[in-house]
């Protein structure tokens, strides 16, 4: 059993339509927040929902399909035989710290340097749990995902015995088309990442001259919708007494979730890229 976290690291929440398995679910949920379908998963399911640990599978370092990579925050997944009940379940990564607060059956994650997650686990007002990164589930890649690769390897041998010359010319050019294309998905997820990171530092250096120290608390809780949701708060203005914002997330995005970043969110749905529009304006207090 190898212990990982990868940095691509989230959790999520979705309900279970009866009519539909939850490792599907649970897929497809994880596939559109990374927007690829090279994901591995831990899922678990209580009370008509799919709890989800996700990251993209190309984050590990060798084929979690092959190896038994586990990760100990599948304990913070309701319905896990180790679940605790409410609280902020923690574990070192190999950049720092990891965790997942699980909470009314929905869960969330957050991922940063030790400093940073103790201060967000305390800021949850709910029991911390600490756990051991040797224990733990196993993440799994989806079974069509291991079906397809089945099905290659069994179409490759075949064809390897009619024209071998071709298909290794083929089969090389294919492989390092998909390395190339996997390495630039990975360094735009990366760029996309430090570009916001950088935009946040930016608005919290802004507003962090203005009497209401309301306003900061009220921008970092927001930051949340990025990791939680695979979205982005696209629009931050404090004005005398009032904060307005806009987001844009996915539009499977559950009205209980957006409902959690607080009151009075309406909704604007943008179907020709399958988003969600959220604004509200709100006062401080």
Not at 43 to 70: C, I, N, W
Request: glycine share 8%; net charge negative; charged share 20%.
């Amino acid at each position: 059993m190898i212990p990982y976290v990868p940095s691509t690291f989230g959790a999520v929440s979705a309900p279970v339509p009866t009519s539909r398995k939850a490792d599907v679910v649970a897929h497809h949920t994880a596939a559109g927040l990374m927007q690829t379908d090279t994901v591995a998963v831990i899922h678990t399911v209580s009370a008509g929902m799919v709890h989800v640990l996700f990251a993209r599978s190309t984050e590990f370092p060798s084929d979690p399909a092959q190896d038994e990579y586990v990760c100990a925050l599948a304990a913070a997944l309701p319905g896990h035989r180790e679940h605790r009940g409410h609280g902020v379940y923690i574990v070192s990564s190999h950049n720092g710290l990891a965790a997942v607060r699980t909470v009314a059956n929905t869960v969330r994650s957050f991922h940063g340097d030790p400093e940073l997650v103790h201060a967000w686990a305390a800021d949850q007002a709910l029991p911390v749990h600490q756990l051991d990164e040797a224990a733990g589930s196993k993440w799994n890649l989806p079974l069509y995902q291991r079906e397809q690769r089945s099905s290659r390897l069994a179409f490759a041998l075949a064809l390897s015995g009619l024209a071998f010359a071709t298909f290794t010319g083929f089969n090389i050019s294919d492989l390092l088309t998909r390395n190339a294309q996997a390495e630039h998905e990975t360094a735009k997820i990366r760029s996309d990442s430090r570009t916001y990171e950088s935009e946040l530092r930016q608005e919290l250096g802004r507003v962090s001259g203005q009497p209401a120290l309301e306003t900061i608390g009220r921008l970092y809780s927001l930051s949340r919708l990025a990791p939680e949701t695979g979205g982005m708060l696209t629009l931050f203005r404090a004005r005398g007494g009032e904060i307005e914002w806009t987001a844009e997330v996915p539009d499977w995005v559950t009205n209980a979730q957006i409902d959690s970043y607080g009151p009075g969110i309406t909704r604007q749905r943008l179907a020709d890229r399958q988003m969600l529009r959220l604004t509200a304006r709100e006062t401080i207090q």
